[in-house]
């Protein structure tokens, strides 16, 4: 059974930082790709970054684009979605997410497995 679990989400003032962690059970992370998606008061979920199996290519929704960064580390079974700049209009439970391993990723509307998300509260 794959499991994920978040952490790192909390209250920060605008312009501040987070790192959000996922650590992955039961299965083998390098078989997998790894995204973050975030779903915000009254929206819809949406995606916001996604890593392939080794880490070496990268997607981002533009809005989070030269703000965010997505990272894994496959000894760890980890994957880190580091968040610089915030805007209150990135307050929103974050999820981790999980799919089967590509070579290229891209906007993801879904994914295979899912963590029970975290909470990121920017205020202004």
């Known amino acids: 059974q794959v499991q994920l679990v978040e952490s790192g989400g909390g209250l920060v003032q605008a312009g501040g930082s987070l790192r959000l962690s996922c650590v992955f059970s039961g299965r083998t992370f390098s078989d997998i790709n790894a995204g973050w998606f975030r779903q915000a008061p009254g929206k819809e979920r949406e995606f916001v970054a996604a890593v392939n199996w080794s880490g070496e290519k990268t997607y981002y929704t533009d809005p989070v684009k030269g703000r965010f960064t997505i990272s894994r580390h496959n000894v760890k079974n980890t994957s880190y979605l580091q968040m610089n700049n915030l805007k209150p209009e990135d307050t929103a439970v974050y999820y981790c997410?999980?799919?089967?391993?590509?070579?290229?990723?891209?906007?993801?509307?879904?994914?295979?497995?899912w963590g029970r998300g975290t909470q990121v509260t920017v205020s202004s």
């Open positions: 997410a999980g799919d089967p391993a590509t070579e290229e990723v891209g906007n993801y509307s879904g994914m295979r497995y």
